[in-house]
């Protein structure tokens, strides 16, 4: 069965526009002022311990020769030999 209608369709009216707000949100709030502050300067002082030789004994040899230096405590033991001359250090 075949139903065919030739009736226009009716076109409703348009919907009316929505009520006003009754409490609208309110105004944004200003910026908080701020007063000029005064400058802050903070000056760090870094101090740097001078390291301590540590004990223990070190060898150097090179082209002009030997050098032996040895620490235990503070006692220190420095040993040169060169071509021209030896050099004895002891300190207590």
Same mark, same amino acid.
């Given at each position: ?25 309110? =105004?944004? =709030? ?7 502050? =005064?400058?802050? $300067?903070?000056?760090? $002082?870094?101090? $740097?311990?001078? =390291? ?27 040993? $040169? ?12």
């Amino acid at each position: 069965m075949l139903m065919a209608s030739c009736k226009d369709k009716e076109v409703p009216p348009p919907a009316p526009p929505p009520p006003p707000v009754e409490n609208p949100s309110p =105004a944004p =709030a200003p910026k908080p002022q701020t007063q000029a502050s =005064a400058t802050t $300067t903070t000056t760090t $002082t870094t101090t $740097t311990a001078k =390291a301590e030789d540590p004990d223990g004994t070190s060898v150097s040899i090179g082209s002009g020769g030997v050098s032996i230096k040895s620490k235990d405590g503070t006692d220190k033991n420095n040993v $040169t030999v060169t071509k021209k001359e030896v050099t004895i250090q002891k300190t207590n």
